[in-house]
């Protein structure tokens, strides 16, 4: 499904609970290009990689991908949740390829900087094609919907509605993957 349509999904259940008048859900996602992703109604936030660029394959029969992860930064909780896959071991050893799901305490410092590092991530107007960077995309979550941003890098594929920037997401990942490591 596409970020469009789980946001019409969430505008409908909005409407069925409150009624036809009710519900109205404007302005809880931002859309406007240099608009923060960050608005009030925001619970929770998911930055997810689908593998991509020069990463190249893990070896034939390895139990995950570690192009393939995603991080979960919940805004009511100082927690933050991993999924992806560890490399424990010889990087040309399959066995070496372990799925790991974390789901950790974060201190307060961490919890402001994850949360800084979310509201500096900007909707963007840019259409390019890039070619050597991870197909990434941001998931927000309000109390009823959720919006998924694609990365502008590869904004030229129409597969999102709305786009954030390229700087923006490599800087939250880089805050995620320092907290996380």
Same mark, same amino acid.
């Given at each position: 499904m596409t970020a469009m349509g789980h946001l019409r999904i969430g505008v409908l259940a909005a409407l069925?609970? /409150? /009624?036809?008048?009710? /519900?109205? &859900? $404007?302005?809880?996602f931002a859309t406007a290009p240099g608009s923060s992703v960050l608005t009030p109604a925001i619970r929770k936030? $998911?930055?997810?990689?689908?593998?991509?660029?020069?990463?190249?394959s893990p070896p034939a029969g390895a139990a995950c991908d570690p192009s393939h992860w995603s991080y979960t930064l919940p805004l009511d909780t100082k927690r933050l949740a991993f999924t992806?896959?560890?490399?424990?071991?010889?990087?040309? &050893?399959p066995e070496s390829y372990v799925p790991a799901m974390d789901d950790f305490s974060i201190? +307060?410092?961490?919890?402001? $900087?994850? $949360?800084?590092?979310?509201?500096?991530?900007?909707?963007?107007?840019?259409?390019?094609?890039?070619? +050597?960077?991870?197909?990434r995309e941001l998931r927000v979550e309000s109390a009823g919907a959720a919006l998924t941003y694609g990365d +502008?890098?590869?904004s030229c594929v129409a597969n999102y509605d709305h786009f954030v920037t390229f700087d923006g997401l490599?800087? &939250?990942?880089s805050v995620f993957f320092g907290i996380g490591q």
């Open positions: 069925a609970a /409150g /009624g036809c008048g009710g /519900g109205n &859900l $404007t302005g809880e936030v $998911t930055l997810t990689s689908n593998g991509g660029g020069f990463h190249g992806g896959c560890r490399i424990v071991g010889d990087q040309s &050893l201190t +307060d410092a961490q919890f402001e $900087t994850a $949360t800084a590092a979310v509201r500096a991530v900007t909707v963007s107007a840019n259409r390019q094609c890039g070619a +050597d960077a991870d197909f +502008d890098f590869y490599s800087n &939250l990942a």
